[in-house]
């Protein structure tokens, strides 16, 4: 929602998010107030049953879809597809408006551009050394429960179906030769970058950019009102992704590698629920308000396995609910979408703890170092979106020598790991989001501890 300036005129709700323009241009998002919260609870619930409905209707028909076929045939493949996909699709069509006005309005907006350079590299440090905590904490559990111990080898041959690009090839690749292309093409590193160069050149242009700004401010909002439409459709839209992934899981394949499913599992509940809390308690805050609010959050990116898909929802709650200014969810949480994936690197980790025990290779400490690097930049070249992190996967094993033939193990039990993993994903780029606003100043804390 817009404050008009006209109905705040001492700019006090820009001062309090830290984000007062020129007069004239003031905007921010407002905190949800006492309706429309009602309404987002409401809807909360509702998805809630999508979810559990879904997982219901999906669980039904795996186990009786071998006596009646048409079931897989006509109502998972034909139906719930058709809705699921097209639900994915128009969260993911919000996504590149998004990150192309949100950056810019963000950047834009704040106060002083040396301001971004010192959020920027607190944002990035943050997201670097949680990444790499969490394989070091994965790499620790495999090692210590072994969860390869006992496994055949694969017999299926894996030909991954993209070769992943190089590290020079990521980083020179971040700076676009030609927006438009970027933008059609949905590259978000290239889309990000560019917008921030646009809302610095916006900032330092005087009266023109602060006409501009008015304007990419407006498209903003006017975005993030898309976003409300299209979570309309989101109890039927989970239900339909959630019904078809399970109806469609191979449960004996899970039986075979119980112990790296359930290791896998274990690993990113004890990130969700114990190592993000912590994170949050030593950047001075509680907690409990992100665990209840981030719920919705986790819904989304649990049906849709895509980080990018439920970026929307996740800079509605971390704005709204959780209470982070505008000017770092903008930058911070599209940013966190394209390269921040701690549920990735876990999964990153073990597999490839468990793919070398399969095949009897004992890893050095060498070699787990170079996990820990390569885990960490795989995750940043992951893309947000549905089994992209199994791909990278290719460029870890390869680091260390393991054979990529591996994967072709963890692939027959990774759509549901996919799932979970996007949820530890995205609560990631919240969590630093919020630490990252509240050292910043930038976070109302009324709004954070509020129910
Ligand atoms: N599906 C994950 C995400 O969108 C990426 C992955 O496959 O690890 O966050």
Known sequence: MTARPDADPGGRAARRVGIIGPPGTLRTREPMNHSSLAQASRQTRSILVGVAAGIGVGLAINVSKGALPWLDTVLVQMVFKLVGDVFRNGLSLLVVPLVFFSPTAGVASLKDPAELGRLG????????????????????LAITLEPGVGVDQATVAYTPPNAPPGLLTTLTGMVT????????EGNMLQVILFCILLGLALVMSGEPGRRVTARVQDWSEVVMRLVTIVMCFAPIGVFALLAREIATLGFDTILKLIKYFLLVLFAQALQLFVAFPIML??????????LRKMREVWLYAFSTSSSNATLPVNIRVVEQRLGA?????????????????????????????????????????????????????????????PSAGIVMLALVLTQVGLPIEGIALVLAVDRLLDMARTVVNVSGDAAVTCIVAKMEGELDETVYRSR
Not at 131 to 139: F, G, H, P, S
Not at 281 to 290: C, E, F, K, S, T
Not at 345 to 372: N, R, W
Not at 374 to 379: E, H, R, V, Y
């Open 281 to 290: 308690r030593l950047g001075g805050l509680p907690p409990g308000p992100w």
């Open 325 to 385: 200014s505008p000017g770092v969810t903008a930058f911070a949480l599209p940013l966190g979408a394209t390269v921040n994936m701690n549920g990735t690197a876990i999964m990153q980790g073990v597999a490839t703890v468990f793919i070398a025990q399969v095949y009897g290779v004992e890893l050095t400490l060498v070699q787990l170092l170079t996990v820990v690097g390569m885990a960490t930049l795989a995750a940043i070249g992951t893309a947000g979106v």
């Open 177 to 184: 030769t030609n927006p438009v292309r970027s933008l059609a």
């Open 121 to 140: 590299w607190k944002i990035i440090a943050l997201y670097m050394v949680t990444t790499a905590v969490t394989i070091a904490m994965a790499l620790f």
